[in-house]
């Protein structure tokens, strides 16, 4: 018997009742793990009903005592740490230790949440306009407010949305990836054990219905997504058509130049880990190296095959693994057509990952990491997000050409650079036209306390998430213009008030 997943509504795990489901797999396996229910747009309605009802005494609390509640959630994590881990590993297919910094990741934003009383101040002048009158501002929640999230960080980017959307008063209504919809689930049971009254969260799983249910209710203020760029496109346009707030994070194609005076070695390491951990999974991956001159590329492609070569993909529990299976069996043809496409188009292939079988788990959906050489612009394997286990060097003459790559680029998530010249890597950090900048750094994943967002096609809408932003994304200001007269038997005015 296949297990039964669950949505998470009032305060509990309650059955779907629209008769249809999805399989959830296990990666490692490729065996069914569990089935998933998919929201009909009632169950949707009706839940936003009970979140939009446990809003308005969570929303009048104080901030404090809802900064505790999030606290005694992280306390609850740490306790569950294994289980979450075992739990995101078994859907998702990544290692534990990374399954592990996918929770962390997310913890880290809780952690930032816990302002709250701090981050909801407003602004207040006195004696602005005229004597007697002082103007100040408050930040108030929305109402109820939606994350929609993708399976590739199934902790950490819906505790990202969760924990500002909370701790700013909001009820929120997520609909996780229903791929690996486990985590958010023990996370929503999680949060109930720490005090979260009933209603205020509500987990639906379900896929495109669910997710237009909740673009299309009007009791729904405002919607972070975070996916492919083609949905974000369309939940931006459609939330916009529906009158809400939205923030649409969308895929990538991320560049890493290497300069000529790069330590060779530091750069091929950061390229390996930033390109192929969690099967290049990630919205942060490296998918482009462009190293600077004929001398530097050479160099970098042999370091870069000697590493590729020794990688160890193995099943989640393999501790010795780099990096574990893709989602899907789907997601492993995808990747395998776009290897096909890139030998066709003429780039070079000096890694060949295709047809791995890991032994034991012969099923499962793995694929090898690839590397290809000698990629150019015109090709579909520099302008797709491939989102697999494969490395394009795209090589170019001189700096301002290898900045022009990632600036021209219709993605614009993150960009790295590796040189020990401080003066290219600032004139790189100004000019580059990409919305999060590494130096040194392969992934450039700002920490909780800053924002993370993409540009062009990697991100639709205002605000980042997490940091300042996503407090801002999800409340809004009022402004009080307040007098307390001792004038006021002098008269009305009916000349408008001004500076003079
Ligand atoms: P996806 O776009 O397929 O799914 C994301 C969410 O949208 C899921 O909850 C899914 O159920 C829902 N969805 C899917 N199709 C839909 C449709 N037609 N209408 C309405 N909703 C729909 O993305 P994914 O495969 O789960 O995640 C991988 C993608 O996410 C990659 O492109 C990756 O780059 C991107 N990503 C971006 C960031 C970022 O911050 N920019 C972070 C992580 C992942």
Same mark, same amino acid.
């Given at each position: 018997?296949?297990?039964?997943?669950?949505?998470?509504?009032? $305060?509990?795990?309650?059955?779907? *009742?629209?008769?249809?489901?999805?399989?959830?797999?296990?990666?490692?396996?490729?065996? @069914?793990?569990?089935?998933?229910?998919l929201?009909?747009?009632?169950?949707?309605?009706?839940? @936003?009903?009970?979140?939009?009802?446990?809003?308005?005494?969570?929303?009048a609390?104080?901030?404090?005592?809802?900064?505790?509640?999030?606290?005694?959630?992280?306390?609850?994590i740490?306790?569950?740490?294994?289980?979450?881990?075992?739990?995101?590993?078994?859907e998702?297919?990544?290692?534990?230790?990374?399954?592990?910094?996918?929770?962390?990741?997310?913890?880290?934003v809780? %952690?930032?949440? +816990?302002?709250?009383?701090?981050?909801?101040?407003?602004?207040?002048?006195?004696?602005?306009g005229?004597?007697?009158i002082?103007?100040?501002?408050?930040?108030?929640?929305?109402?109820?407010?939606?994350?929609?999230?993708?399976?590739?960080?199934? !902790?950490?980017?819906?505790?990202?949305k969760?924990?500002?959307?909370?701790?700013?008063?909001?009820?929120? @209504? +997520?609909?996780?990836?229903?791929?690996?919809?486990?985590?958010?689930?023990?996370?929503?049971?999680l949060?109930?054990?720490?005090?979260?009254?009933d209603?205020?969260?509500?987990?639906?799983?379900?896929d495109? =219905?669910?997710?237009?249910?909740? +673009?299309?209710?009007? =009791?729904?203020?405002?919607?972070?997504?975070?996916?492919?760029t083609?949905?974000?496109?369309?939940?931006? %346009?459609?939330?916009?058509?529906?009158?809400? =707030?939205?923030?649409?994070?969308?895929? !990538?194609?991320?560049?890493?130049?290497?300069?000529?005076?790069?330590?060779?070695?530091?750069?091929?390491?950061?390229?390996?880990?930033?390109?192929?951990?969690?099967?290049?999974?990630?919205?942060?991956?490296?998918s482009v190296?462009?190293?600077?001159?004929?001398a530097?590329?050479?160099?970098?492609?042999?370091?870069?095959t000697?590493?590729?070569?020794?990688? =160890?993909?193995?099943? *989640?529990?393999?501790?010795r693994?780099?990096?574990?299976?893709?989602? *899907?069996?789907d997601?492993?043809?995808?990747?395998?057509?776009?290897?096909?496409?890139?030998v066709?188009?003429?780039?070079?292939?000096?890694?060949?990952?295709?047809?791995?079988?890991?032994?034991?788990?012969?099923?499962?959906?793995?694929?090898?990491?690839s590397?290809?050489?000698?990629?150019?612009?015109?090709?579909?394997?520099?302008?797709?997000?491939?989102?697999?286990?494969?490395?394009?060097?795209a090589?170019?003459?001189?700096?301002?050409?290898?900045?022009?790559?990632?600036?021209?680029?219709?993605?614009?998530?993150?960009?790295?650079?590796? *040189?020990?010249?401080?003066?290219?890597?600032?004139?790189?950090?100004?000019?580059?036209?990409?919305?999060?900048? $590494?130096?040194?750094v392969?992934?450039?994943v700002?920490?909780?306390y800053?924002?993370?967002?993409?540009?062009?096609e990697s991100?639709?809408?205002?605000?980042?998430?997490?940091?300042?932003?996503?407090?801002?994304?999800?409340?809004?200001?009022?402004?009080?213009?307040?007098?307390w007269?001792?004038?006021i038997?002098?008269?009305a005015?009916?000349?408008?008030?001004?500076?003079?």
């Amino acid at each position: 018997m296949v297990r039964e997943l669950s949505h998470f509504v009032d $305060g509990e795990l309650r059955a779907g *009742t629209s008769g249809e489901f999805s399989d959830v797999f296990n990666p490692s396996t490729g065996e @069914i793990a569990a089935r998933v229910p998919l929201a009909s747009h009632s169950e949707v309605a009706a839940a @936003i009903s009970t979140a939009e009802e446990a809003q308005h005494e969570w929303g009048a609390l104080n901030p404090q005592r809802r900064a505790r509640v999030l606290m005694r959630f992280l306390r609850l994590i740490e306790r569950d740490i294994d289980e979450l881990a075992e739990m995101l590993s078994r859907e998702h297919g990544k290692t534990l230790a990374d399954s592990k910094g996918d929770v962390q990741r997310g913890v880290e934003v809780i %952690e930032f949440a +816990l302002g709250a009383p701090h981050l909801l101040k407003g602004e207040y002048s006195t004696n602005a306009g005229s004597d007697g009158i002082d103007v100040y501002s408050m930040r108030q929640p929305l109402g109820v407010v939606a994350g929609i999230t993708p399976f590739n960080f199934p !902790a950490m980017i819906p505790l990202w949305k969760m924990g500002p959307a909370l701790a700013a008063g909001n009820a929120f @209504i +997520l609909k996780p990836s229903e791929r690996d919809p486990s985590v958010p689930l023990h996370l929503a049971q999680l949060l109930t054990e720490a005090g979260l009254p009933d209603g205020v969260l509500q987990v639906l799983n379900g896929d495109k =219905r669910a997710v237009d249910a909740i +673009l299309t209710d009007k =009791r729904v203020q405002a919607v972070g997504f975070v996916g492919s760029t083609p949905i974000a496109r369309y939940i931006y %346009e459609t939330a916009a058509a529906n009158g809400k =707030r939205a923030q649409c994070f969308g895929g !990538a194609k991320n560049h890493m130049i290497v300069m000529p005076d790069a330590d060779l070695d530091q750069a091929a390491d950061a390229l390996v880990g930033a390109g192929y951990g969690s099967a290049g999974e990630r919205c942060m991956a490296i998918s482009v190296a462009v190293p600077v001159g004929k001398a530097t590329a050479d160099a970098l492609a042999a370091k870069l095959t000697e590493r590729v070569k020794q990688l =160890r993909v193995g099943d *989640t529990h393999d501790e010795r693994a780099d990096y574990g299976p893709l989602i *899907t069996r789907d997601a492993v043809d995808r990747v395998t057509h776009y290897i096909e496409a890139g030998v066709e188009e003429g780039a070079s292939l000096l890694v060949d990952g295709r047809g791995l079988t890991v032994e034991g788990f012969e099923e499962g959906f793995y694929l090898g990491p690839s590397l290809f050489d000698y990629v150019t612009t015109d090709m579909s394997v520099y302008r797709d997000e491939v989102f697999g286990p494969v490395l394009f060097i795209a090589r170019a003459a001189t700096y301002e050409e290898a900045l022009r790559l990632p600036s021209e680029h219709d993605y614009g998530n993150g960009v790295s650079i590796f *040189t020990r010249d401080g003066d290219t890597a600032r004139d790189f950090a100004a000019r580059v036209n990409v919305g999060m900048v $590494g130096v040194n750094v392969p992934i450039p994943v700002p920490i909780a306390y800053h924002t993370f967002g993409g540009w062009k096609e990697s991100g639709f809408g205002d605000l980042n998430q997490h940091g300042p932003d996503s407090f801002r994304f999800y409340t809004k200001t009022k402004t009080v213009t307040s007098r307390w007269p001792s004038g006021i038997k002098e008269g009305a005015s009916f000349v408008i008030p001004t500076m003079q």
